[in-house]
């Protein structure tokens, strides 16, 4: 919709927590702080949503967009994908066999969690591939937890067990 400082990663926070625009909508016109209270959710993106949906005009796009079906409400229940990753950290080093970067970036995303690019004390788990670089062995420095492609998928269906057990 082209609403400004809300790019993919916002645009997809604002997905997982909503069961459709409507519900966006009515949360960003009468509680905006309300939007704050998500994950990497700042008071200038909760701002700039809760301007643009409140200007008549933006409505009236929405509403068109709706009525020719660019648009679409999904029930919350369709749209809900596990969150077994919520909350959590991981990085990608080395090359998967079964995943391409992006395709473990967006499964990670899609359960909730966040890939980055370095390695940080803030980091949960380590996904190594073949070949891997500094950021494996950074990860094993600081005592981060470190998957083979295995492991992540188990870590991706959320049956990945407690370290030590």
């Known amino acids: ?5 809300v790019g993919e990663r916002g645009a997809g926070i604002l997905a997982e927590n909503f069961a459709g625009l409507d519900a966006l909508i009515e949360v960003a016109k009468s509680k ?3 939007l704050e209270e998500l994950q990497e959710m700042g008071p200038v993106m909760a701002d700039s949503l809760s301007r643009f949906f409140s200007e008549p005009r933006n409505l009236e796009l929405i ?9 679409t409400e999904r029930a919350h ?3 809900a994908v596990s969150k077994a990753l919520a909350g959590k950290t991981i990085i990608l080093t080395g090359t998967l066999k079964r995943y391409t970067r992006e395709q473990a970036t967006q499964a990670v995303e899609a359960r909730g969690g966040r890939v980055t690019s370095s390695v940080s ?3 949960d788990y380590a996904v190594v591939g073949a070949a891997p670089g500094a950021k494996h062995t950074k990860a094993l420095a600081h005592g981060i937890r470190c998957l083979n492609e295995d492991e992540f998928e188990l870590l991706l269906a959320g049956r990945l067990p407690e370290a030590g057990k």
């Open 121 to 123: 004390v803030k980091t």
């Open 32 to 34: 905006p702080d309300q």
């Open 1 to 5: 919709l082209g609403i400004r400082h």
């Open 63 to 71: 509403e068109k967009l709706k009525a020719v079906r660019v648009l």
């Open 77 to 79: 229940a369709e749209a």
